[in-house]
């Protein structure tokens, strides 16, 4: 329906065409489609709406499935003490009482949350440069280098974690090396709180940086050229360019890069499993994260009531993040408009 | 109105379809002896060998059987509770036939044994009997074949059989002759293993070993043991009692707080620890094959099948490995057992494909063709174990020191939640190590941890 709204405005191109004198413009190919469809209410026009149902669902068969069908199961068992393989007792809210008074639960959510901000704004600044140097015009082999953006974020996450861990290695690896070369003090990424973090946050930003850059350069290239000329007629630098043409046109890709980025860095599982320590997340669970406890709880001492408790903990807190989120770079972004 | 009523008949009929689909799956088709039967095997590491499986394929031209190979903790952390507890909501056959599970995991298992077809009340068809397996069999007769304390470790504790045996972890000490030489330590296997006859001996002779070490070395945290932690694992598999005392209870008894054979191998482990003998490379990580071939440590506590990984990992270091006997005499790291899920559909096919996978013909033959050791007892009074020499173990007679330290161990009651206080105390001795916590500290920790873990406390 859409387009064919559209279709009833003038267009860009229709507007050159008019250049010349107040002719009237042809009838656009959409708008012939639609005289036609209204002639001919039979055919497959006007099914349209039936049809599009049968189209979408697959996605919804498969939602119900493998999303709904675990979110309704989670939301359940998280009542109960439920061992998977075991004895099943109805226990009301005692999973989410305990849950809040387990100090696990909480050191885990601190080290989701500094892992979380280690991993998303040094990377967010990265990307958004990414993209700028992928927009001059003057770069040789674009797509190319657009590909290899893509390739951290298809590499298995495993395979990741193997390359990483050497290189972070305390004794022999390549960063400690380089460290030392400095002379400073070798860095024990797995035992050290903060460093293990660190660590953790390198593995999520190698695999999301360029994926970013690329959903930023996708931006940027829609923001009109017209902008540009007039703000360097207007004497703007490069920079003051960037800072009140491009930032500001970005507003609505970075508050989306942001959530995308909070729902899935709150869930961090993967890289905190393979960094070693297995599923507590270190000695003193220092990388410990909210879905690695969970797991724990769930496969380790097949608490799955308790996992799940942990479970919907997790969806309250993302969405509590993300909202925040929202509201500040909504906020960042008028003053920048401004 | 009519269209109505056509598009009812339409969904009643699809819904009659799919219930009737999904009913059908839990009929099992009458089969005759020679028709076609897939064995689904959910495996991991070495347990399963192509070669015996193409044997088998052979002898059965009829059998197919699909095994797959997944990392540890996906198949016996996972997939199989997912499995066990979708079977127990639906009670619909399928899925695996036959799951090999490792004794640091089976605690759990061996309190659930409802997840589990009862070997008991199965018998060998004579199918394999031209191939040595008797018909009739059922698995208490074949308890006999194996080592007492590895049967044991796959009987639920109801006492029905849940698994029998694959090969044997055993636990021994491997070192490297060139630098126990280049640090004025005795080099030969028999005057080593005379070094320590206890663990406080042998963390003495670790200390030796460091005097001699450089202080650019130390640096770079060379030292004695690749990880002291490996000790405490050691100590209690000497035992007989664990986390848990065998209460003739499904759960047993939780004796973590109170047993002492904790506290000493957790002491042990701390002195170890304490005296700078550890170089603190954690088995499995990055840094620990690259221990292996630069001299960052001298000693591994090796069990057999770590053997085959050393040869792999570190080829270069061929000849100056050696293995000795390790301290007090015996002991055991790892363990599998092959298990039929209450849920299969070929659970005869399996048992007779198990039986004959796990006699002492084939458990031989693996033994001389991949390095992994028997668990039946026949296999070592074969000349083939027990003459056995490793050249990259520098001709060490790997059968012999293996074979004995094996026939010494005693059953072990492991426990339902024996893999959540393993990782505890674990955890509790790393932060002793990293110098996070002092001994006493960590020890009061780990309790407390343990205390209120929901493992323990909900009665599971």
Not at chain 1, 3 to 18: E, F, H, V
Not at chain 2, 117 to 145: H, I, P, W
Not at chain 2, 156 to 162: E, F, K, L, N, R
Not at chain 2, 230 to 239: D, E, R, V
């Amino acid at each position: 329906m859409t387009a064919i709204d559209d279709s009833t405005k003038p267009s860009g191109l229709s507007r050159q065409g008019s250049k010349g004198g107040r002719r009237k413009p042809a009838p656009s190919p959409w708008r012939a489609k639609k005289i036609q469809s209204d002639k001919n209410p039979g055919g497959l026009a006007s099914l349209n709406g039936k049809w599009g149902y049968l189209f979408t669902a697959p996605f919804f068969v498969m939602f119900l499935i493998f999303g709904l069908a675990p979110i309704v199961y989670s939301t359940v068992i998280a009542f109960f003490n439920w061992d998977p393989i075991g004895d099943i007792e109805f226990i009301g809210l005692k999973n989410f009482e305990d849950l809040l008074a387990d100090e696990r639960f909480w050191l885990a959510l601190g080290n989701t949350m500094e892992i979380w901000v280690l991993a998303t704004f040094p990377a967010l600044i990265g990307s958004i440069g990414l993209a700028a140097i992928l927009r001059n015009k003057f770069l040789r082999g674009a797509t190319a280098w657009r590909t290899v953006l893509l390739v951290p974020n298809i590499t298995s996450v495993i395979a990741v974690a193997i390359v990483f861990g050497q290189l972070f290695g305390r004794d022999f690896g390549m960063i400690n090396n380089v460290i030392e070369l400095f002379g400073f003090p070798r860095v024990d990424f797995i035992e050290d709180s903060f460093a293990s973090h660190v660590a953790i946050a390198t593995m999520i930003t190698w695999r999301w940086m360029g994926y970013n850059a690329l959903i930023f350069l996708a931006s940027m290239l829609a923001i009109p050229d017209e902008l540009y000329e007039s703000a360097s007629l207007d004497g703007a630098s490069a920079w003051q360019q960037f800072r009140y043409v491009t930032l500001p046109g970005l507003r609505n890709t970075i508050t989306f890069v942001l959530i995308v980025g909070t729902i899935g860095g709150l869930q961090v599982f993967a890289e905190p499993l393979t960094l070693g320590g297995g599923l507590s997340g270190g000695s003193s669970r220092q990388f410990s994260t909210l879905t690695l406890f969970l797991y724990e709880q769930a496969f380790a001492s097949y608490q799955w009531g308790y996992a799940a408790a942990v479970g919907i903990l997790i969806t309250f807190i993302v969405l509590i993040v993300s909202a925040i989120n929202f509201a500040i770079t909504r906020r960042l972004a008028d003053e920048n408009t401004r | 109105m009519a269209k109505f009523f056509a598009k009812k008949r339409v969904l009643a009929a699809t819904s009659a379809l799919a219930l009737l689909s999904v009913l059908s799956i839990g009929i099992e088709p009458a089969r005759s002896a020679d028709a076609p039967v897939k064995i689904t095997v959910w495996s991991f590491g070495d347990v399963i060998q192509r070669d015996l499986v193409r044997q088998y394929q052979a002898l059965h031209p009829n059998v197919t059987i699909e095994y797959t190979k997944y990392n540890l903790d996906d198949v016996n952390g996972t997939k199989l509770i997912t499995q066990c507890s979708a079977y127990k909501l639906t009670k619909k056959l399928g899925g695996p036939d036959i799951v090999a599970v490792e004794v640091a995991y089976s605690g759990k298992w061996r309190a659930t044994p409802s997840c589990f077809q009862d070997l008991r009340k199965m018998a060998t068809s004579d199918t394999n009997v031209a191939a040595g397996v008797k018909a009739g069999l059922s698995g208490s007769d074949l308890k006999a074949d194996y080592l007492p304390w590895r049967w044991e470790q796959g009987v639920g504790y109801d006492d029905s059989v849940i698994g029998i045996p694959t090969d044997v972890g055993g636990l021994e000490v491997a070192y490297r002759s060139d630098l126990f030489k280049a640090a004025g330590l005795p080099s030969e296997r028999v005057a080593v293993g005379k070094l320590w006859p206890t663990w406080d001996k042998f963390i003495e002779t670790g200390k030796k070993y460091v005097a001699k070490l450089t202080a650019a070395q130390k640096k770079k945290n060379f030292a004695f043991i690749d990880d002291a932690g490996s000790i405490y694992t050691a100590m209690l598999n000497q035992g007989t009692a664990k986390y848990y005392e065998n209460n003739g209870t499904d759960a047993g008894k939780l004796v973590y707080k109170t047993n002492p054979a904790i506290k000493k191998a957790w002491d042990a482990t701390v002195k170890a620890m304490d005296s700078g003998i550890s170089s603190k490379t954690a088995q499995f990580t990055a840094d620990w094959p690259v221990g292996m071939n630069n001299g960052k440590f001298a000693v591994i506590l090796s069990p057999a099948w770590m053997t085959e990984y050393i040869k792999a990992q570190a080829p270069t270091t061929k000849g100056k490995w050696d293995i000795a006997e390790i301290p007090v005499g015996g002991g055991n790291q790892g363990g599998t057992q092959l298990t039929i899920p209450a849920g299969s559909v070929y659970k005869q096919e399996a048992y007779d494909f198990m039986t004959w996978y796990l006699a002492p013909a084939q458990q031989l033959q693996m033994f001389k063709k991949f390095g992994l050791f028997p668990s039946t007892l026949a296999s070592y009074k074969d000349p083939a174990v027990a003459d056995f020499k490793d050249p990259f173990f520098n001709n060490a007679p790997v059968g012999k020191i293996y074979g004995d330290g094996m026939l010494k161990l005693k059953p072990i009651f492991e426990g339902t939640c024996q893999r959540a206080i393993d990782m505890a105390f674990g955890a509790g001795l790393g932060r002793v190590q990293a110098k996070k916590q002092t001994s006493a500290a960590s020890w009061t920790a780990t309790l407390a941890a343990l205390s209120k873990d929901k493992c323990l406390t909900s009665g599971n």
